[in-house]
């Protein structure tokens, strides 16, 4: 396996662009460094995310490797997956150590969910600042950022703003000229027409 391996979560219902924009960035900056991104569900069954795109995972809870980042989109799924005993359990335990635990959109539910964000200044979707602020009394949920760092936690706003947050934790792990090499090689300078 290699130095740094970064867990990608998935489950039914998890927005497709909260976990492939991460997977994309990772992916890029892992050339010419040692660096594997893997997908990990429940079990190794093909996994129907949110707008029907279906992925088959690298792992299951079982099998999956020691973790040193892992990333939990959100989605409609989140709503369903924050009262899974299965999977808030395995979070937990698979973030104990990793150096970097982070969330895209309403995945930070599932953060507060398995203990991890406690205390912590968090952030979500737009639209879904006031639930998360009823869910999670003991975080602080922030509004109007793309993304926070709180310790070891990052949690980002919704869907595009976890490729930010991404390559800022890039610029993290290997420097700031690795994130904006890794920007360049994506292609990545949003000029919305909009």
């Known amino acids: 396996m290699s130095d740094l391996v970064v867990g990608i979560l998935l489950y039914p219902d998890a927005e497709e662009l909260d976990w492939a924009g991460p997977f994309e960035v990772f992916g890029m900056a892992a050339m010419g460094k040692d660096l594997a991104v893997k997908t ?4 190794q069954a093909p996994v129907v995310c949110a707008k029907g795109l279906r992925v088959l995972p690298d792992y299951d809870f079982a099998s999956a490797p020691p973790l040193d980042v892992v990333v939990v989109p959100g989605g409609q799924g989140s709503r369903v997956e924050m009262d899974n005993p299965v999977l ?7 973030a104990e150590p990793c150096t970097w635990v982070t969330s895209v959109c309403t995945g930070s539910i599932l953060l507060c969910r398995a203990g991890l964000a406690k205390g912590c200044e968090i952030t979500t979707h737009w639209g879904y600042i006031e639930t998360l602020r009823g869910l999670a009394p003991d975080s602080k949920v922030l509004e109007d950022v793309r993304y926070v760092r709180d310790g ?5 706003a919704g869907v595009s703003a976890g490729i930010d947050m991404s390559l800022w934790l890039v610029g993290e792990i290997y420097g700031a000229d690795h994130a904006r090499l890794t920007r360049k090689w994506m ?6 027409p909009y």
């Open 88 to 94: 808030v359990d395995w979070l937990a335990a698979a």
């Open 40 to 43: 990990i569900a429940q079990t």
């Open 152 to 156: 070891r936690v990052v949690t980002s």
């Open 187 to 192: 292609q990545y300078d949003p000029e919305p």
